[in-house]
Nanobody, 121 residues
């Protein structure tokens, strides 16, 4: 069974920082992409950032220059360093992995349960 577990969310004031972590566990052959998405109340889930196995990254325009995604392939873990947080960053943040489980001949998306990030004064 493949699982993604997030940690690091919480309540912070504007301008402060948080670091999110997500670890994938289970019988996994390879993880092609890992990333973070977020969903605010009343809005659709949107891309925040992704990182490929080879290190290539992709960011939403709204977080460029403030957020940094990184990946530890040996630990099957992805991180999101969030600096200069704004109230509009408030959302549930979901970890995502596009991976190939052992014992299968196809790749598929897996999602974590989500972690709440609230930015408020």
């Amino acid at each position: 069974q493949v699982q993604l577990v997030e940690s690091g969310g919480g309540l912070v004031q504007p301008g402060e920082s948080l670091r999110l972590s997500c670890a994938a566990s289970g019988s996994i052959f390879t993880i092609n992409y890992m990333g973070w998405y977020r969903q605010a109340p009343g809005k659709q889930r949107e891309l925040v950032a992704t990182v490929a196995k080879g290190g290539g990254t992709n960011y939403a325009d709204s977080v460029k220059g403030r957020f940094t995604i990184s990946r530890d392939n040996a630990k099957n873990t992805v991180y999101l360093q969030m600096n200069s947080l704004k109230p509009e960053d408030t959302a549930v943040y979901y970890c995502n992995a596009y991976l190939w489980p052992l014992g299968t001949d196809y790749r598929s998306d897996y999602w974590g349960q989500g972690t709440q990030v609230t930015v408020s004064s």
